[in-house]
């Protein structure tokens, strides 16, 4: 909702949205119609995302509603993210690894294919999120340009060269305008834009555990394929400094209360920490 109220109040030269998808057949997208539109719209094979479908919705319902084309794009799958890698564990709040493969990447990739000079990007940072764009500055370099660690060419024996490329100057207009979550609310209100109540990964680690209970009543089957790799990696998700909670303890938490949307905000959610 966020990122949408961005691109109607403060119009830019492209929109681009990275799609998290996954290889689960339990989990599949369940409008064939929908989903082939998805396949063509990537390049790619897709058969579910690792968010609310009602994404997929959104995405179509803003392009209509902007009247302006949205350009998908998408990196490897999570399940290939998550295979054995060099890293040995699943991502989690120390090593979000996660962010940059499935939603940094694509975005950077598609950016130098056009082979253009760095661009200007518009993070959706609500005025109340200083910190997180205070933090997101510090990672750039000294011209103000975030970095992207690539193949720059080959040297001498074959093997790829890598290098820090410059791509993109953030700014954050929902700071610089003083925007908090409800003028948000407020905005899309009545209009023709379907939203899910919690974006970003259904099982993501930054959510509280009470709150991912509440995700395995309404994604039985993407919380599943979350716990599941938590078995195949023989790791955790939600690892602190040694101090774990699997998933399947999640699962089996007794509820006290019966949860409803209500009970939780947009900092129970998590987010995915770009």
Same mark, same amino acid.
């Given at each position: 909702?966020?990122?949408?109220?961005?691109?109607?109040?403060?119009?830019?030269?492209?929109?681009? +949205?990275?799609?998290?998808?996954? %290889?689960?057949? %339990?989990?599949?997208?369940?409008?064939?119609?929908?989903?082939?539109?998805?396949?063509?719209?990537?390049?790619?094979?897709?058969?579910?995302?690792? %968010?609310?479908?009602?994404?997929?919705?959104?995405?179509?319902?803003?392009?209509?509603?902007?009247?302006?084309?949205?350009? /998908?794009?998408?990196?490897?799958?999570?399940?290939?993210?998550?295979?054995?890698?060099?890293?040995?564990?699943?991502?989690?709040?120390?090593?979000?690894?996660?962010?940059?493969?499935?939603? &940094? %990447?694509?975005?950077?990739? /598609?950016?130098?294919?056009?082979?253009?000079?760095?661009?200007?990007?518009?993070?959706?940072? #609500?005025?109340?999120?200083?910190?997180?764009?205070?933090?997101?500055?510090?990672?750039?370099?000294?011209?103000?340009?975030?970095?992207?660690?690539?193949?720059?060419?080959?040297?001498?024996?074959?093997?790829?060269?890598?290098?820090?490329?410059?791509?993109?100057?953030?700014?954050?207009?929902?700071?610089?305008?003083?925007?908090?979550?409800?003028?948000? =609310?407020?905005?899309?209100?009545?209009?023709?834009?379907?939203?899910?109540?919690?974006?970003?990964? &259904? @099982?993501?680690?930054?959510?509280?555990?009470?709150?991912? #209970?509440?995700?395995?009543?309404?994604?039985?089957?993407?919380?599943?394929? +979350?716990?599941?790799?938590?078995?195949?990696?023989?790791?955790? /998700?939600?690892?602190?400094?040694?101090?774990?909670?699997?998933?399947? #303890?999640?699962?089996?938490?007794?509820?006290? =209360?019966?949860?409803?949307?209500?009970?939780?905000?947009?900092?129970?959610?998590?987010?995915? @920490?770009?």
């Amino acid at each position: 909702m966020t990122s949408a109220y961005l691109a109607a109040n403060f119009p830019s030269d492209a929109l681009v +949205f990275a799609l998290v998808r996954i %290889e689960d057949e %339990e989990c599949r997208f369940k409008d064939e119609g929908l989903r082939r539109k998805v396949e063509d719209k990537i390049g790619a094979e897709f058969i579910a995302t690792a %968010e609310d479908d009602a994404i997929i919705w959104t995405m179509f319902d803003l392009e209509q509603y902007l009247g302006q084309e949205i350009t /998908w794009v998408t990196g490897p799958t999570f399940d290939k993210v998550l295979r054995p890698n060099d890293r040995n564990m699943l991502p989690n709040v120390l090593h979000r690894y996660c962010t940059q493969h499935m939603k &940094v %990447e694509p975005i950077f990739n /598609w950016w130098r294919a056009l082979n253009i000079p760095p661009i200007t990007t518009q993070i959706g940072y #609500r005025a109340n999120e200083q910190k997180r764009a205070t933090k997101f500055m510090q990672r750039c370099n000294a011209d103000g340009y975030a970095e992207m660690k690539a193949v720059i060419g080959k040297s001498l024996n074959g093997r790829n060269r890598w290098g820090m490329i410059p791509w993109q100057r953030p700014s954050f207009p929902l700071i610089e305008h003083a925007i908090y979550k409800d003028a948000i =609310v407020n905005y899309w209100s009545g209009k023709p834009v379907r939203f899910a109540t919690y974006n970003n990964c &259904v @099982g993501c680690f930054h959510r509280n555990a009470l709150f991912l #209970r509440y995700m395995y009543d309404l994604h039985p089957q993407k919380m599943a394929w +979350f716990e599941s790799k938590e078995g195949e990696q023989k790791g955790y /998700w939600r690892n602190e400094n040694g101090q774990v909670t699997p998933y399947a #303890r999640i699962r089996q938490m007794a509820r006290q =209360v019966r949860f409803t949307d209500s009970d939780f905000t947009s900092c129970d959610a998590g987010y995915c @920490g770009m």
